[in-house]
């Protein structure tokens, strides 16, 4: 998994099963030890973007508890389709939030996922 830290590096290649299916992105964070807080800070500005977009569905932030983990936190986003996910990361608004200085210091890896399989309490969040 490469770590990006440009506009384009951090926006996932597009989804091979198509612009209108229902798409779940999970975005790995290398953030050092003790930069947390500067971290989830900008991540707080860069998600409030997201969630005002048409299309988007939910979020979860991760962070790792395993000591030793290079990627220490994880944004998984559920969006309603592929073009809802790619629409937000193409405007001005997006570029001019993830070129703030403070994200060079926390290369991400955007991967677009579909579910294949739902179990449990999450089940009904399949999209």
Known sequence: ???????????????????????????SFVVPE????????????TSEYFRAQPGF????LHRA???GTEY?????ARWA??????????T???RALVTQDGWKEFPS?????EVVLAVGDDAGATS
Request: aromatic share 8%; charged share 20%; proline share 7%.
């Open 1 to 27: 998994m490469a770590a990006h830290t440009t506009p384009e590096g951090r926006t996932a290649a597009e989804a091979s099963t198509g612009a209108d299916r229902p798409v779940t992105l999970m975005n």
């Open 34 to 45: 003790g930069r947390d807080e500067a971290f989830v800070e900008l991540w707080m500005q």
């Open 57 to 60: 569905l939910s979020l979860r």
């Open 65 to 67: 508890v395993t000591p």
């Open 72 to 76: 220490r936190y994880v944004n998984v």
């Open 81 to 90: 389709s592929d073009a809802a996910y790619r629409a937000p990361h193409g």
């Open 92 to 94: 001005d608004e997006f």
């Open 109 to 113: 890896s955007p991967v677009l996922y």
